[in-house]
């Protein structure tokens, strides 16, 4: 992704609950990161 609103859109295409895996590249390293995702009002 090349910035945070291309995110949002990815993220958007998913619903709460659901667990994404992300590559973050931070300092030209590579991390994989597993979330899940919650709701806009916290539930």
């Known amino acids: ?3 945070g609103q ?3 859109v990815r993220i ?3 619903r709460p609950g659901d667990r994404l895996e992300l590559t ?3 300092a030209g390293r590579e991390r994989a990161v597993t979330v899940t995702l919650g709701s806009a ?3």
């Open 41 to 43: 009002d916290g539930t």
């Open 1 to 3: 992704m090349h910035n």
């Open 6 to 8: 291309e995110l949002i």
């Open 12 to 14: 958007r295409a998913h």
């Open 24 to 26: 973050v590249v931070r």
